[in-house]
């Protein structure tokens, strides 16, 4: 008899969005010509910039043509665009060679498949609040899972400590969704950790070009001591709008050996037995985000994403509300005024001011009372939203 994996029933369904799109919908039905503005979803507005789709076509006219046609591509990425990722490394001071990348089809895959190098008897530890497929493709495979609470008293960063031990270790810097992010020294507290007690950080660097601090690493591969103990998560869906293309990759280091096994090596197995690559197509396009022009065109666009910020922080400073992120990252994590949840925030800012955002209980139970806002929205809309805002908070 086939047994299911009944793991299933214990994932929590996906009630917060269904929530937000139902109070929504239920909000304009009963205030028909009200304008909703949407400043909670984690997608980009702006479209690919001129250098990727140039590429793009380029690469579709050559799949027209017998000379310049493409099959399968190789497992773990085109050699071209290894080559450039690897350059892109080093000119942030990490050293990474082309080996040790791997292209995928974006960073929610690669975190899923990576676990197949992980027996299902480790530990998982995930700092909350989290991106939630660090908890739910670990409740999939049956792990332990240690959820450390971070909070206002550590600016949501907190440090590694005797509960944290674990054998695999999620570390999201900038974070989604507080927005923090860690600087050297913190980070290379949970590096020091992770070679001492011989775990594996996961080290989910999706948000790393919205990066301003220089005292903040963009790839943990800046830091003594990494390449022994961490795989890095990176992705072009918020860094070059990729998030309807998709385009990821993964650093595997050649260094990194547990139990005697070489993790780079047992990955680049996986992905000749797990992927037939990902499209040629959209590896071009991908190349294009290293070239000089596709760098500049995705800088202009995060400047875009870095004003929407800016409105926000200006309204919440400007009502003395504590908040983190916005400055490193395009998530604004805010504390909810007077003592209110999340949810009653929420309602408080759909019927008052018509805009929505994330109430934090989504990402875990210590987001209650807090707020996340994304500034990935259209730039006068987001204008418009934060003016609402300081003026509602002015009232408090
Ligand atoms: N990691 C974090 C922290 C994210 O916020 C997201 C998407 O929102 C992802 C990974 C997934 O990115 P991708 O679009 O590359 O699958």
């Not at 929610?108 to 027996?119: H, K, M, Q, T």
């Not at 550590?154 to 570390?171: K, Q, S, T, V």
């Amino acid at each position: 008899m086939l047994k299911p994996n009944t793991r299933y029933n214990d994932l929590k369904d996906t009630y917060l969005f269904n929530t937000i799109y139902r109070k929504t919908n239920e909000y304009l039905k009963a205030n028909p010509g009200k304008k909703v503005l949407g400043m909670g979803v984690g997608d980009v507005s702006l479209p690919l910039c001129k250098a990727v789709i140039q590429a793009l076509h380029s690469a579709v006219d050559d799949q027209a043509n017998a000379t310049t046609f493409h099959g399968y591509m190789p497992e773990s990425g085109d050699p071209a665009l290894r080559k450039a990722i690897a350059r892109y490394y080093k000119s942030i001071g990490a050293k990474v060679s082309e080996n040790e990348v791997f292209v995928s089809s974006g960073a929610c895959d690669d975190l899923g498949d990576i676990l197949e190098l992980f027996e299902t008897d480790n530990t998982v530890l995930v700092i909350e609040p989290a991106y939630p497929e660090y908890v739910d493709t670990n409740v999939l495979a049956g792990r332990k899972i240690i959820h450390l609470a971070a909070g206002e008293e550590n600016n949501f960063l907190p440090e590694p400590c005797e509960e944290a031990r674990a054998d695999i270790l999620y570390i999201c810097s900038p974070n989604n969704p507080t927005g923090a992010a860690f600087n050297r020294n913190e980070l290379q507290a949970w590096v020091d950790f992770a070679n001492e007690i011989g775990a594996v950080i996961l080290f989910d660097a999706a948000y790393e070009l919205f990066i301003e601090d220089k005292t903040i690493p963009h790839s943990i591969y800046e830091l003594e001591g990494a390449d022994t103990c961490a795989i890095e998560i990176c992705s072009l869906s918020k860094t070059a709008g990729f998030t309807g293309t998709r385009l990821g990759y993964m650093v595997v280091p050649q260094d990194l050996i547990r139990g005697g096994m070489n993790l780079n090596e047992m990955w680049s197995r996986n992905r000749e037995t797990r992927t037939n690559g990902v499209s040629y197509i959209l590896q071009k396009g991908a190349l294009a985000v290293f070239t000089p022009d596709g760098q500049k065109q995705i800088h202009d666009n995060l400047r875009v994403y870095k004003e929407n910020a800016s409105y926000f922080m200006e309204a919440l400073d400007a009502a003395g509300i504590w908040y983190c992120g916005g400055e490193n990252s395009p998530y604004i994590w805010m504390k909810c005024p007077g003592g209110m949840s999340g949810w009653e925030f929420f309602d408080y800012l759909l019927n008052e001011i018509q805009v929505v955002g994330i109430p934090g209980d989504g990402f875990g139970s210590c987001g209650k009372g807090y707020f996340r806002f994304s500034t990935f929205g259209n730039p006068e809309e987001t204008k418009e939203a934060a003016n609402r805002l300081c003026k509602l908070l002015k009232k408090e």
